[in-house]
């Protein structure tokens, strides 16, 4: 939760083909209402990161069957302006979660409803329980009349560590999700050398 780190920042947002196209022609982004979305609902970019981007977008189109978008896979590439961030990267971000997820338990404890959670193996790939915690987050700060979040940023090691006993995992990303559209700065093609190593 702050204003702290460098404002504006490289997003790498994987999708389909004709989706890049029609946002580069000025449509707006679709916000992601998934329950299980990592950083709850809003617009998703990979930062710094179109490899993985277009790793995502070639996932979903081979998940075609089990409801997969993207029939060609594809990269957008955005200026985002991080503004009031939720920075999950930092103390105060990650304590204003922590809490939160009290909130959320106290709430569900009085109701007859189960508490989310999360799953899909050892990466948690379906954040159903992070989602909600980052939703309800957004939804009591509206109802206390304090600032929104304009974006939220994590880091999240995933996938196979990169050799034995590796701290270091082929997946690993910081990821952006931007909550209010005006976050977005401009749109661009990805030029074929943000994809060099």
């Given at each position: ?18 989706v ?31 490899h ?12 075609k ?45 009085g ?15 379906l ?6 915690v ?28 990169i ?9 690993t ?25």
């Open positions: 939760m702050h204003n702290l780190a460098a404002s504006f920042v490289l997003g790498y947002h994987g999708c389909d083909a004709t890049a196209e029609n946002l580069l022609k000025n449509e707006p982004f679709i916000h992601s209402e998934n329950a299980y979305d990592w950083l709850g609902s809003g617009i998703y970019f990979w930062e710094a990161n179109p993985r981007a277009l790793s995502w977008a070639r996932e979903n189109a081979a998940r069957a089990a409801g997969g978008v993207v029939l060609e896979p594809a990269v957008i590439g955005a200026v985002v302006d991080l503004g009031f961030c939720l920075d999950l990267i930092t103390g105060n971000g990650i304590a204003a979660v922590e809490t939160a997820h009290h909130g959320l338990t106290k709430l569900m404890a109701i007859p409803a189960d508490l989310p959670v999360n799953s899909g193996g050892g990466d948690l790939r954040r159903n329980l992070d989602c909600a980052v939703n309800f987050l957004h939804s009591t700060r509206a109802e206390r009349n304090l600032t929104e979040f304009d974006t939220v940023r994590g880091v999240f090691s995933e996938g196979k560590q050799y034995p006993t590796a701290g270091f995992r082929g997946k990303h910081i990821q952006i999700c931007v909550r209010k559209p005006a976050m977005i700065k401009g749109v661009f093609r990805v030029p074929e050398d943000h994809f060099s190593s």
